[in-house]
T-cell receptor
Framework: AQTVTQSQPEMSVQEAETVTLSCTYD???????LFWYKQPPSRQMILVIR??????QNATENRFSVNFQKAAKSFSLKISDSQLGDAAMYFC?????????????FGTGTRLKVLA | GAGVSQSPSNKVTEKGKDVELRCDPI?????LYWYRQRLGQGLEFLIY????????KSGLPSDRFSAERTGESVSTLTIQRTQQEDSAVYLC????????????FGEGSRLTVL
């Protein structure tokens, strides 16, 4: 069975600085999707960034980028130039591409605090 | 609608009562998911619907939990004989198909069982 592990329950970053959130996963599949979702206090989950496993190039969305290491099964999120609005829970998620693995598996989350 | 809509936003019930939670996905989304999120915890998969295929019910924690979806429209999650451990936020999400990879979430239904 697939698992997703986020080993950092909480992280803090100074405004305008850079922070990296860690995520590791376990799977026997060769093709899959990986995601980072943000959950602000309003509760609604928002997609931050997505990576397809067959793509070697790391995904980037403005200030957000990932370091995808397929062999190591590692998928970290880097937030550059942190802003107060980045404060939220961040969840790493895995989704397979074969029948029976379409459910998204989420990690336990990392609470990010941004200090002014 | 513009986004995934869930109702009620908050529900307080007494232990032993049945509750029904509703999810209205984005129009055209064929895939629909239910997750449970206990306070301060991650998302726990409950059930997945894809079009007219048989749902993946592997995450339902007990036979007190059931969910239905008619075609590609509204879904309801029913919890019978609620227990205090059922207290959580129940999140619904939908996506265009099983191939696209992006989930769109509702704001959730917070259930409190007294």
């Amino acid at each position: 069975a697939q698992t997703v592990t986020q080993s950092q329950p909480e992280m803090s970053v100074q405004e305008a600085e850079t922070v990296t959130l860690s995520c590791t996963y376990d799977t026997s599949e060769s093709d899959y999707y990986l995601f980072w979702y943000k959950q602000p206090p309003s509760r609604q989950m928002i997609l931050v960034i997505r990576q397809e496993a067959y793509k070697q190039q790391n995904a980037t969305e403005n200030r957000f980028s990932v370091n995808f290491q397929k062999a190591a099964k590692s998928f970290s999120l880097k937030i550059s130039d942190s802003q107060l609005g980045d404060a939220a829970m961040y969840f790493c998620a895995y989704r397979g591409t074969t029948s029976g693995t379409y459910k998204y598996i989420f990690g336990t989350g990392t609470r990010l605090k941004v200090l002014a | 609608g513009a986004g995934v809509s869930q109702s009620p936003s908050n529900k307080v019930t007494e232990k032993g009562k049945d509750v029904e939670l509703r999810c209205d996905p984005i129009s055209g989304h064929t895939a629909l998911y239910w997750y449970r999120q206990r306070l301060g915890q991650g998302l726990e998969f409950l059930i997945y619907f894809q079009g007219n295929s048989a749902p993946d019910k592997s995450g339902l924690p007990s036979d007190r939990f059931s969910a239905e979806r008619t075609g590609e429209s509204v879904s309801t999650l029913t919890i019978q004989r609620t227990q205090q451990e059922d207290s959580a936020v129940y999140l619904c999400a939908s996506s265009w198909s099983q191939d696209t990879g992006e989930l769109f979430f509702g704001e959730g239904s917070r259930l409190t069982v007294l």
